[in-house]
């Protein structure tokens, strides 16, 4: 049973790019959510996606959106790219909702951006 | 808000001894807590959580927690620490089920270091 997984594992961009992260969650998972991890810090929430639509959002901006697809995986854009994108970008997914361990959020490796 | 501290930087043990990794939370309502540890390179894997019941919460690898209501607080322990325990430890917080509360708040991490 595979984990969660996101691609690529690493990214070099310039600022001003843009760059679009994947992330395909464990299997029977529904919910998928993206979290920025900068250097020397814990991971901070960015959005949450369910069935296809944005249910929650954290504290980033417009450049950061995202999609999620009828199989559940997601992909997360971030246009205008600046040096302060530069960090782990974390995929977690979690169990659908009927299931007794719902509130555990599984995460994936990451995707380390780096913007030069 | 919801928040979490973790008030040391990094934590020193030698194999062997008891270790102890420190959380203190803040959420309205009742808290689902977790730990996660990371180790370098890595992404995010789940140790343990609370939700509901025993104070004491067992977990993978040894590790367990013990939930504090009056203290606010979910410290993380093991009896006796291995070499390979040595990771960056994460201790979030989710607040009580309802709409747009799956984000998980992250304290910014400990560091533990097992001393041969």
């Known amino acids: 049973d595979a984990g969660v997984t996101q691609s690529p594992t690493h990214l070099i961009k310039t600022r001003g790019q843009q760059v679009t992260l994947r992330c395909s969650p464990k299997s029977g998972h529904d919910t998928v959510s993206w979290y920025q991890q900068a250097l020397g810090q814990g991971p901070q929430f960015i959005f949450q996606?369910?069935?296809?639509?944005?249910?929650q959002r954290g504290n980033f901006p417009d450049r950061f959106s995202g999609h999620q697809f009828p199989n559940y995986s997601s992909e997360l854009n971030v246009n205008a790219l600046l040096l302060g994108d530069s960090a782990l970008y974390l995929c977690?997914?979690?169990?659908?909702?009927?299931?007794?361990?719902?509130?555990?959020?599984?995460f994936g490796p990451g995707t380390r951006l780096l913007v030069l | 808000a919801q928040s979490v501290a973790q008030p040391e930087d990094q934590v020193n043990v030698a194999e062997g001894n008891p270790l102890t990794v420190k959380c203190t939370y803040s959420?309205?309502?009742?808290?689902?807590l977790f730990w996660y540890v990371q180790y370098p390179n890595r992404g995010l894997q789940f140790l343990l959580k609370?939700?509901?019941?025993?104070?004491l919460v067992k977990g993978s690898y040894g590790f367990e927690a013990e939930f504090n209501k009056s203290q606010t607080s979910f410290h993380l322990k093991k009896p006796s620490a291995l070499v390979s325990d040595s990771a960056l430890y994460f201790c979030a917080v989710r607040g009580p089920s309802g709409a747009g509360s799956y984000q998980l708040t992250f304290g910014k991490g400990t560091k533990l270091s097992v001393i041969p």
């Open positions: 996606y369910y069935e296809e639509e944005e249910r």
């Open positions: 977690a997914s979690r169990p659908r909702r009927d299931s007794a361990y719902q509130e555990t959020q599984y």
């Open positions: 959420v309205s309502g009742n808290p689902y």
């Open positions: 609370y939700i509901t019941g025993d104070n």
